[in-house]
């Protein structure tokens, strides 16, 4: 069994790199967002035309997008979502409720920090995991029932 996994969320550190690396040898496919920061800002209105304002530049950017998040998570077994430390991941706090609704599993992964902002979103996960070898575990468990020495 193929399990499709939807990594979510933040783009400025190595998380997905790390799950994706610990999976080697697990029958796992993955998929996720543009994490070019910039491409992922701009693509609306470099491929639909320049806008005038801000929120209509935003805007067409976060529709752009919205074509491969939905194809993702919509195929997704797993998503996981990763809440980062240095900027307020408003999308992924969508990503996670869009999952729920799609009675997706949903793996969280923050650090203790966001333990109490984010207590809505972990209600609605089957796993929250500080650290993204415990996803890799997970996904491991789920597939094999191996557990973690």
């Not at 697990?26 to 994490?35: A, Q």
């Amino acid at each position: 069994m193929t399990l499709k996994v939807y990594l979510s969320g933040e783009i400025h550190t190595d998380w997905r790199d790390q799950i994706i690396a610990g999976s080697k040898g697990l029958d796992v496919s993955f998929s996720g967002p543009v994490t070019d920061h910039a491409a992922s800002d701009d693509c609306g209105v470099k491929i639909l035309g320049a806008e005038d304002q801000k929120y209509w530049h935003d805007h067409k950017g976060a529709m752009v997008n919205a074509i491969l998040t939905r194809k993702g998570l919509n195929d997704a077994d797993v998503v996981v979502v990763r809440f980062g430390d240095q900027y307020k991941q408003w999308n992924a706090a969508f990503d996670a409720g869009y999952a729920a609704a799609l009675g997706k599993s949903l793996i969280i992964l923050h650090g203790p920090d966001h333990q109490h902002a984010l207590k809505e979103v972990d209600a609605a996960a089957l796993a929250v995991a500080s650290e993204p070898s415990q996803v890799v575990d997970i996904l491991r468990y789920v597939l094999d029932g191996t557990l973690p020495a």
